[in-house]
């Protein structure tokens, strides 16, 4: 093997009334949504922000600003798309991402399934190569207490040439 590339990404929203939850491109039955310039989506900002990790190209903030009017609403699935269309990433292929998503609610396990193929089909993997966990923040912090969701991500890439 060449080369391979590893990145790892976080995010975080504060919950946020009146927006739906989005999560993994998916939308999750809650009474709050999370707060954000974009749909907050927090894995997939994460997931973005592992991918530029990865070929050290900066991060989410640096390529779509939260002040630039053109990302107002935007949607986690279209950012990554956007990000996966770069020039920077066609020579490459996703071995695999990891996502830990820590909420104390909603209990995000009977999604999990959803958002790794919703991902899995974004991503052009199959969703064997895809994990996504739930965690609770055990009622500490910001996240214990309901006021926010975060994420975590970690991706590997491989050039397209090898196999």
Sequence with gaps: MKDMRIGIGYDVHRMAPERDLMLCTCRIPNETGL????????????????LF???????????????DPQYL???????LRKTLALPEFQGWR??????TI????????????????????ILGIGAD???????????????GHCQAIEAHAAVILFPKEEA
């Design 35 to 50: 707060d954000g310039h974009s749909d907050a989506d927090v894995p997939v900002h994460a997931l973005i922000d592992a």
């Design 53 to 67: 990790g990865a070929l050290a190209l900066g991060d989410i903030g640096q390529h779509y600003p939260d002040d």
């Design 73 to 79: 609403g935007a949607s986690g699935e279209s950012l």
């Design 94 to 99: 996703i071995g695999n991402a990891d996502i």
């Design 102 to 121: 820590i909420a104390q609610k909603p209990k995000l396990a009977p999604y999990v399934p959803q958002m790794r193929e919703a991902l899995a089909a």
């Design 129 to 143: 190569r895809v994990s996504i966990k739930a965690k609770t923040a055990e009622g500490l912090d910001s996240v």
